[in-house]
């Protein structure tokens, strides 16, 4: 029997309007839907943006994925999730895994693919791209993402913040994506390189619960969840875009 075919989707920033009209056309005839599995359960985020989308007979399957830093863990961890997408695709149905944001973007899904592709030589893959959260975070505010010759830098903060101090040094436009609880050490580096004139905070662009911080001294003190699903935008300065 010959396998389904595997969607990988962009879902974009969060705002099911955001939603590309491919991928919304895709979701509309597919019957298996796997979400990255949330503390909240099947009801999280991506779900959310696309159950308008969903026929009615669609089942969502979510599931979870490795969390360990550890090469050879990650690789192992990978094996659960494709098992589960391929019992499906075996069975000669389509399916679609989605994600946040743009799906080849800093993401999960290379990693799924390759346990896929191990798991079924002759799979099929169509991918769709989808907004960024940092473009809908630009978009929110009006940040031009890069001016004339200006380099764009995007660094997602990871543990190791020593890529932010170096791409703020650098100069260009900087955007850190990432961000989750290591705000507090962000602010530290942004200030000393006295960039908070130029910087804007953004948090889960497009959504009810938006917010955006234009004078980043404010974010000092704030729970440490506010840096989760957010984006810091730092324009250059004027000599680096002339």
């Not at 779900?47 to 089942?59: C, F, M, Q, T, V």
């Not at 960039?195 to 905070?201: I, Q, S, Y």
């Amino acid at each position: 029997m010959e396998p389904g075919f595997l969607y990988g989707i962009s879902v974009g920033p969060g705002d099911p309007e955001l939603l590309t009209v491919k991928a919304a056309k895709i979701l509309g005839s597919c019957l298996h839907i796997f979400v990255p599995k949330s503390r909240e359960g099947v009801e999280n985020a991506v779900a959310a943006i696309i159950r308008d989308y969903l026929r009615s007979d669609a089942e969502l399957h979510p599931i979870g994925f490795p969390t360990t830093v550890d090469r050879s863990d990650r690789h192992s961890g990978w094996e659960e999730p494709a098992r589960r997408i391929a019992e499906v695709l075996e069975t000669g149905q389509d399916a679609c895994f989605l994600l946040r944001g743009d799906i080849l973007l800093y993401s999960t899904y290379p990693h799924l693919l390759r346990a896929l592709q191990r798991r079924i030589p002759t799979l099929k893959v169509l991918t769709i791209p989808g907004i960024p959260p940092f473009c809908a975070a630009a978009a929110l505010v009006n940040f031009p993402l890069g001016r004339g010759t200006e380099t764009v830098t995007v660094v997602p903060a990871r543990d190791d913040l020593e890529g932010v101090r170096r791409a703020v040094a650098q100069g260009g436009a900087v955007i850190l994506i990432n961000i989750g609880l290591r705000l507090g050490g962000i602010l530290d580096i942004l200030e000393n390189a006295g960039v908070f004139g130029r910087a804007v905070f953004v948090a889960n662009a497009g959504l009810h619960n938006q917010y955006v911080e234009k004078d980043l001294s404010r974010l000092r003190g704030l729970d440490a969840e506010t840096g989760r699903h957010s984006t810091i935008l730092i324009q250059g300065k004027p000599e680096d875009f002339t």
